[in-house]
């Protein structure tokens, strides 16, 4: 069967034909591959450059001022240098960009954590102060209280002083009253005795 000898001797054509291009075809395949990676590389340099500049985290804070600083630091340090290949003027513009964005995030940043502290400050004196104020009103209450302590008792001693002076004036009234009872009940008698 002739067809089938010819079926299966195209398909060796073919095969053999696809290796072969795929064999001319491998060293533009392979550089442009390295070309991809290479292109991607320089592309995910200029994202994490420009990503310093981000200073809010994942959950909707801001970095403090030292983190900031610390990006500042990071994205000066960045290197224009050959490596960035055709893409270093961008870079250059990325890198500037970013510590612009930076500095003037550390401003807000530092501007924030002043006032903050600031508010912590004045909560804090406005909590002494309010210590001190109840600490001297318990203070003005004790001595208030010990005022009025001292008066009760001396009113006490005066009331008793006044009670004892009552109490002897009306033991001396008694006694008079007897002596002048017995002056009389005396005189009563020698009457009668003289009658």
Same mark, same amino acid.
């Given at each position: ?25 491998? #060293? ?35 970095? #403090? ?29 990325? %890198? ?5 964005? *930076?500095?003037?995030? *550390? ?8 006032? +903050?502290?600031? *508010?912590?400050? *004045? ?22 209280? +010990? %005022? ?25 009234? %008694? ?21």
């Amino acid at each position: 069967d002739l067809s089938g000898i010819s079926d299966i001797m195209y398909l060796r054509f073919v095969t053999e034909c696809d290796q072969l291009r795929d064999e001319v075809r491998r #060293p533009l395949t392979e550089w442009e591959d390295a070309e991809k990676a290479r292109t991607e590389s320089l592309q995910q340099r200029l994202v994490d450059l420009r990503a310093l500049a981000d200073v809010i985290d994942t959950v909707g804070n801001y970095l #403090p001022s030292a983190d900031i600083q610390a990006r500042i630091q990071e994205a000066k340090s960045v290197e224009l240098d050959d490596s960035w290949q055709e893409r270093t003027a961008e870079a250059g513009v990325a %890198k500037e960009s970013t510590i612009q964005q *930076l500095e003037a995030s *550390l401003a807000v940043a530092q501007k924030r954590e002043h006032e +903050a502290a600031e *508010l912590e400050r *004045l909560r804090k004196e406005a909590e002494e102060k309010a210590r001190l104020e109840r600490e001297e009103a318990i203070r003005r209450e004790a001595a208030e209280q +010990a %005022k009025r302590d001292a008066e009760a008792k001396a009113q006490a001693e005066i009331d008793a002083a006044a009670r004892r002076e009552a109490e002897a004036r009306a033991a001396v009234e %008694k006694a008079e009253q007897e002596k002048n009872d017995a002056i009389a009940a005396e005189r009563r008698r020698q009457e009668e005795a003289e009658t």
